[in-house]
Structures are given as C-alpha cells and as structure tokens.
C-alpha cells in the first residue's frame, strides 16, 4: 500500500517539529549587557518560517544511510544563516519591509542598530554553531566530512554564493537585468543555500562525490523552481497566508521571472525545473526508498505551494 498526501504532511510537521528542536538548542543565551542583541537574534529565527533547508539536510542525511547527530549543529547553522539573510534583506537600505511572516521585521522591532547587528550576530553564530558537529566526529573519516560540509557551508553563503547573488541583486534593483543575469542572482540567492543543505547532508551521510554532484544539481533546480514560485505568488498570492503584502517586489522596483516572462511562461518554468529535480533524484543511489519519496514528495508541495 503507497503512502497518501496525509502521512507525508504528518511526516513534514514531525520533521519541523524536529528542526525546530535542533534550532532552539544552539540559540544563544539571552544575559547581561548582551540580552537586547540575543533577544533581536533569537526573535529573527524564532518568528516562525517552513525550516526548509535544515529539513534538507536532515532528509538527504537519512536518505543516504547516516545515523548519528552530527547533521544537528549544520541544521541550526543554516537555519541561522538564512536568517541572517533574511534580517539584513528586509533594512530599510535593501527592501525596507515592515513585515516578515506576519511579524514586525527585526529592525522595525528593535531599532535599525541593533537590526543590524542581530543579522551579523546570527552570521557568527551560525559558524560558532557549525563547527560543533566536530563533537560528533568519532572517527577520522567522520571528521573529514564534517571539514567538508563546513566547507560547503562556507562557500555557498559568502561572495560566490548567497551573499554574491544578494550583492547582485541590490545592484541591478531598478534596473531590469536580462535573464542571464536574473538567472545568476537566483542561483546565488537562493539556489546557493538549497544547494549547501542537501550536500551537507549527503556529505555527512559519507556519500560519494558523484552523489554530492546529484544534491547540488537537485538544490539548484528546486532553488531556482521555488524563487519563481515566490514571484509568482507575490502577485496572485493570500498576503495573509504569505505574511507580507503583495506585489513588494514590484514596489522594491525587482525583475522577476513574472516581469519579464509573464505569469503562464513562469508557471511553465517552475514545471520544467521541478521535472529535471525529480529525475535527477531518482537515479539516486540511497538508502532508503521510503526516504527517497518523501523527498520527492516534499520538493513537489514546496515547489507548487500557494503561500
């Protein structure tokens, strides 16, 4: 008997449950002179969000046989990562949104300042963070890819990777960029961190490096599918479902995929970068099939989602 809709939506909110567990645990302590920028850090992370990419990194380790708690401490450092992206996105000097999932945006909470600073605060700390997956480490070849991830880690969030395509992004906002560069500033800003969370997680699992290659091209397929899903949605979306108002990225003066293509060739891109993610995941070598359609599953609702 296959499994129906129902059991993978139960087995999504367990996993989010689970993530948001691992999240909670490595927050800083809010004390002393320092409880006003830890409580802006941990409001940041705590306002809520779908914990995308930690519940990657968790599905790949498990889809790739790993046992241990080692993928914990990258769970929470992602999620701390995309954090930081998020707080410094929404300054008055990028975006300038007063919402963020239906809350005040944390420099609208707290004060431009120390907006500012509980953004770079959750930078370091997500490093601080990642680094403790060396506790888990029992054994050189353990230890060896927890270099790795961290590596991984590194990369995909600095200047050629997220932070890279954000930079971009601010650059040419106004400016209606052609689709070779819409398509790198998507590739950077959100591919990158899609990317880095299924690699991790097949890293630490001890894949091999032809797997590391497959998760890399399914994060890049689903990143690019879910950032033209959210174009999408920023103009025929609930804003109360999304948390934020509608067409922002028009008022921000963003290209989109919507802008530029229209809404149906959008649509029809979002089908065709699902497809080649499900393909490229299917020829996976795993080990576990019941983990394998969960992530297939999981990529397919989040790739079609209506908020």
């Known amino acids: 008997m296959g499994t129906n809709i129902s059991d993978y939506q139960e087995q999504l909110r367990i996993r989010t449950e689970y993530a948001n567990e691992v999240i909670q645990k490595y927050l800083p302590v809010e004390e002393g002179y320092l409880t006003e920028l830890v409580s802006a850090m941990n409001y940041s992370v705590m306002v809520g969000g779908k914990r995308l990419r930690p519940v990657f990194i968790d599905s790949v380790y498990r889809l790739m046989g790993g046992k241990s708690e080692i993928r914990e401490p990258f769970m929470a450092a992602m999620e701390y990562l995309h954090t930081y992206s998020l707080v410094h996105d929404d300054m008055p000097e990028i975006d300038n949104?007063?919402?963020?999932?239906?809350k005040p945006t944390t420099h609208r909470k707290y004060g431009e300042a120390c907006g500012l600073l509980a953004g770079d605060g959750l930078l370091h700390w997500s490093t601080h963070t990642a680094m403790k997956s060396f506790l888990y480490a029992d054994a050189a070849k353990t230890m060896d890819a927890a270099v790795h991830a961290l590596s991984v880690f590194a990369e995909k969030s600095g200047p050629h990777g997220m932070l890279g395509g954000q930079s971009v992004d601010v650059l040419f906002t106004g400016k209606h960029p052609e689709k070779e560069r819409l398509d790198y500033i998507y590739r950077l800003k959100t591919c990158a961190l899609i990317e880095a969370s299924m690699m991790m997680g097949a890293i630490l699992a001890g894949a091999g490096n032809e797997s590391v290659a497959q998760f890399e091209d399914i994060g890049r397929s689903v990143g690019m599918a879910f950032q033209i899903q959210d174009d999408i949605l920023d103009c025929t979306g609930d804003a109360a479902l999304l948390g934020k108002p509608l067409?922002?990225?028009?008022?921000?003066?963003?290209?989109?995929?919507?802008?530029?293509f229209g809404i149906d060739t959008a649509r029809a891109e979002v089908e065709r970068l699902s497809?080649?993610?499900?393909?490229?995941?299917?020829?996976?070598?795993?080990?576990?099939?019941?983990?394998?359609?969960?992530?297939?599953?999981?990529?397919?609702?989040?790739?079609?989602?209506?908020?």
């Open 275 to 307: 497809e080649n993610a499900r393909h490229t995941l299917e020829n996976v070598d795993s080990a576990d099939e019941n983990e394998k359609k969960f992530l297939l599953w999981l990529i397919e609702s989040l790739v079609k989602r209506m908020y």
């Open 97 to 102: 949104d007063e919402l963020r999932r239906g």
């Open 247 to 260: 067409n922002s990225d028009e008022k921000n003066g963003k290209t989109t995929y919507v802008t530029l």
